[in-house]
């Protein structure tokens, strides 16, 4: 079996569960660190010549991450593509299952079952707090509807303001944002690296907590030790 991921979550999640099938990935694909395959360019980009040359019997995709005209240019040239879509927790878990299968795993990981625990009981604060969580600056862009990171943080007692807006990621002018008053801004890592110097400052009065993109974001081995990672991000910065 050989397989190409151009999801780095599911990157991380067929490499922990299926050693040696991947034979290609993204440059964005940077779990587990010391992963040494063929890489394919970007999520968004990817060198389809490049991935037609590994002659894989399956392309793992998402229907977020990765444009449709390049799946579709890969399944022209006869290469089976499974696209996967993740909104919910229960939704990343039902398609990490399929995507495990479709890749020839033996069985259901450790590391699923660890999750779906981990996700059955998170730890929720005593009050719920609100929040805005940008994704992008130059220009502000935030979570909106129907998202898998707002699932996650709605999972452990934090509701984002913008998630009944038309858009799933909308552009939101910052004064708009800051007029809001949230309880709480939520900074991760990616898709743009908010840092304690790149962020924070442009929300003056607001507590801001930094967090792991990685662990918000990807569905994967992460998922089992999210829900006590982001907790402590979250608490940090509302104390």
């Given at each position: 079996?050989?397989?190409?991921?151009?999801?780095?979550?599911?990157?991380?999640?067929?490499?922990?569960?299926?050693?040696?099938?991947?034979?290609?990935?993204?440059?964005?694909?940077?779990?587990?660190?010391?992963l040494?395959?063929?890489?394919?360019?970007?999520?968004?980009?990817?060198?389809?010549?490049?991935?037609?040359?590994?002659?894989?019997?399956?392309?793992?995709?998402?229907?977020?991450?990765?444009?449709?005209?390049?799946?579709?240019?890969?399944?022209?040239?006869?290469?089976?593509?499974?696209?996967?879509?993740?909104?919910?927790?229960?939704?990343?878990?039902?398609?990490?299952?399929?995507?495990?299968?479709a890749?020839?795993?033996?069985?259901?990981?450790?590391?699923?079952?660890?999750?779906?625990?981990a996700?059955?009981?998170?730890?929720?604060?005593?009050?719920?707090?609100?929040?805005?969580?940008?994704?992008?600056?130059?220009?502000?862009?935030?979570?909106?509807?129907?998202?898998?990171?707002?699932d996650?943080?709605?999972?452990?007692?934090?509701?984002?303001?913008?998630?009944?807006?038309?858009?799933?990621?909308?552009?939101?002018?910052?004064?708009?944002?800051?007029?809001a008053?949230?309880?709480?801004?939520?900074?991760?890592?990616?898709?743009?690296?908010?840092?304690?110097?790149?962020?924070?400052e442009?929300?003056?009065?607001?507590?801001?907590?930094?967090?792991?993109?990685?662990?918000?974001?990807?569905?994967?081995?992460s998922?089992?030790?999210?829900?006590?990672?982001?907790?402590?991000?979250?608490?940090?910065?509302?104390?």
């Amino acid at each position: 079996m050989r397989v190409v991921s151009l999801v780095p979550s599911l990157t991380e999640a067929v490499a922990a569960t299926v050693p040696g099938v991947l034979a290609g990935v993204t440059d964005w694909c940077s779990h587990p660190a010391d992963l040494e395959v063929t890489r394919v360019g970007g999520t968004k980009n990817p060198k389809t010549e490049r991935i037609l040359a590994l002659a894989p019997d399956l392309v793992i995709a998402n229907e977020e991450e990765n444009r449709a005209p390049d799946l579709d240019a890969l399944r022209a040239a006869g290469v089976e593509v499974l696209v996967t879509e993740v909104r919910d927790v229960p939704q990343a878990f039902r398609e990490l299952a399929r995507v495990l299968a479709a890749c020839g795993a033996p069985g259901r990981p450790r590391w699923l079952d660890e999750a779906e625990a981990a996700w059955a009981a998170p730890p929720v604060p005593e009050r719920r707090t609100t929040a805005v969580v940008p994704i992008w600056r130059r220009p502000w862009m935030v979570l909106g509807r129907d998202t898998f990171a707002g699932d996650v943080l709605a999972r452990l007692g934090v509701d984002h303001l913008y998630a009944d807006h038309a858009e799933r990621y909308p552009r939101v002018p910052l004064d708009e944002l800051t007029a809001a008053r949230p309880d709480l801004v939520v900074l991760p890592d990616e898709p743009y690296r908010f840092t304690a110097g790149d962020g924070p400052e442009a929300f003056p009065g607001l507590p801001c907590a930094l967090v792991s993109g990685r662990h918000l974001t990807w569905y994967g081995p992460s998922l089992a030790e999210a829900p006590r990672v982001l907790c402590a991000a979250l608490r940090a910065a509302v104390r």
